[in-house]
């Protein structure tokens, strides 16, 4: 075969779109409600937006950035994520001078050199929320609640599981870290190649390791939620007593610590049991200063990420709809005449309609409908025509009648909006 997509990056064919298409309308539908706009963000942007706006340390800045020198030598990276860029554009566009909190969201592709697998792609899609300059618990718990209410649009609140934590921030969290180091590096031994590296450059990481040789270590390890100072403290406390009232359900687990540099205090994400290892399909937390590091004022933020390829994945594809709801076939060059303006009619009142140009036999054409199935097949030839009616065939009774010429139109409309309650594509209905 000749040249195929490159590795890791994959097609969403015809058969999947359905599902993406009904992703992206649960998507608009519950934001919206809780006031969030959507803000469309460039695909690349200069290296050392995400560099400073990710943390070099990180995994995506080490070594999973698309990074290249465009024609006049500026390096340029392909978005690994959104945030740094809605922080970016929220700063560029003086976006801070509206009420606050200014609520975005950005639906997307993102690129990062992984390891592909299973739900793990070097291109993948991503519908990205942050709510900045305000820095109330309360929104915290909105957020959260707003995540979940997307699960549960979708059909998957039972299959996706909030996990939260608070990870501290400036004043309570280099105490833990030093606490935590000393822990790891008493027993370096024992933990996995990757961590021993991380232990020294960012010792939080290690917590979130999954390998099993490094559990009896993190088991032992100290908890960041008895090293939380006052403030965090009570923060963390009202964001659970917001959930509580909220009626959602959630776990609390203290070594979620998320693998970019900027969270402070609230970290969540959610998880499924039913994707094998990439379980994640959703992530994110709170964050302060990453605004003003990045040349903006000091306002707080809080986002999350969730990953599209996971999120259809455990919605399955779903019935294929069939692309028309009638198929026109003329049998000769006046009836075709008559399918082309009548399709064009039909179109317009907002039906799906393909009109079948070939000289293939009638036989033929209806075997096609069938396997396409389309629900209704419209037959124009030259004795419909001296009669002035058409033959309306029903595909699954095979029960035909003849429709005046005239009737044609309103008839299949009828028939139509009869259909589209019980029987619409799924995207419609989302
Ligand atoms: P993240 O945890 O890196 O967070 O990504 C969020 C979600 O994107 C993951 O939970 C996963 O579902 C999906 N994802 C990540 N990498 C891949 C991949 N290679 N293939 C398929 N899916 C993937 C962020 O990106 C943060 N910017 C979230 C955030 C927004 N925090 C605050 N605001």
Request: hydrophobic share 40%.
């Amino acid at each position: 075969m000749g040249v195929r997509a490159v590795r890791g990056v994959r097609d969403i064919l015809p058969t999947e779109t359905p599902t993406w298409q009904a992703i992206e309308a649960a998507t608009r539908r519950v934001f919206e409600s809780y006031g969030y706009r959507e803000l469309r963000i460039p695909l690349f942007e200069r290296t050392e937006l995400f560099a400073r706006g990710i943390g070099e340390t990180t995994d995506i800045v080490e070594k999973e950035m698309y990074t290249f020198q465009d024609r006049s030598g500026d390096s340029i990276t392909l978005r690994p994520e959104a945030t740094a860029s809605v922080l970016r554009a929220y700063i560029e566009h003086g976006l801070f001078t509206q009420p606050k909190p200014v609520r975005l969201y950005t639906v997307g592709p993102m690129f990062r050199y992984e390891r592909p697998q299973a739900g793990r792609y070097r291109q993948f899609h991503q519908i990205n929320v942050e709510a900045l300059g305000e820095a109330a618990s309360a929104l915290d718990a909105e957020v959260l609640g707003m995540l979940m209410a997307f699960f549960g649009a979708l059909g998957l609140g039972e299959r996706a599981v909030l996990h939260v934590n608070s990870i501290g921030d400036a004043a309570c969290r280099p105490a833990f870290r030093t606490a935590l180091a000393e822990h790891l590096g008493a027993n370096l031994g024992r933990l996995c190649e990757e961590c021993r590296g991380r232990v020294g450059r960012n010792p939080l990481r290690v917590l979130d390791c999954k390998k099993p040789e490094c559990q009896p270590v993190l088991e032992k390890a100290p908890s960041i939620l008895d090293a939380l100072c006052g403030a965090c403290r009570e923060h963390f406390e009202r964001v659970r007593r917001y959930l509580d009232a909220l009626g959602l359900r959630y776990e609390v687990t203290p070594r979620l610590v998320r693998g970019l540099d900027y969270y402070v205090r609230t970290t969540f994400e959610v998880l499924t049991g039913d994707l094998g290892a990439q379980n994640a399909l959703a992530g994110g937390g709170r964050y302060y200063g990453l605004i003003e590091l990045l040349g903006g004022p000091p306002d707080p933020g809080i986002g999350f990420a969730i990953g599209m390829e996971r999120v259809a994945l455990l919605l399955g594809a779903g019935p294929d709809p069939a692309a028309a709801f009638v198929q026109l076939i003329p049998l000769g060059e006046p009836g075709l005449v008559r399918c082309l303006r009548l399709a064009q009619v039909l179109r317009a009142a907002g039906l799906p309609v393909e009109v079948a140009y070939g000289a293939r036999r009638l036989r033929t054409e209806l075997e096609r409908a069938h396997r396409l199935g389309v629900p209704h097949v419209l037959i124009v030839g030259d004795d419909e025509l001296r009669a002035g009616a058409a033959t309306l065939r029903d595909m699954a009774s095979g029960a035909q009648d003849a429709v005046p010429l005239d009737a044609v139109a309103p008839r299949l409309e009828g028939l139509y909006a009869a259909r589209a309650d019980g029987a619409a594509p799924r995207a419609a209905r989302a």
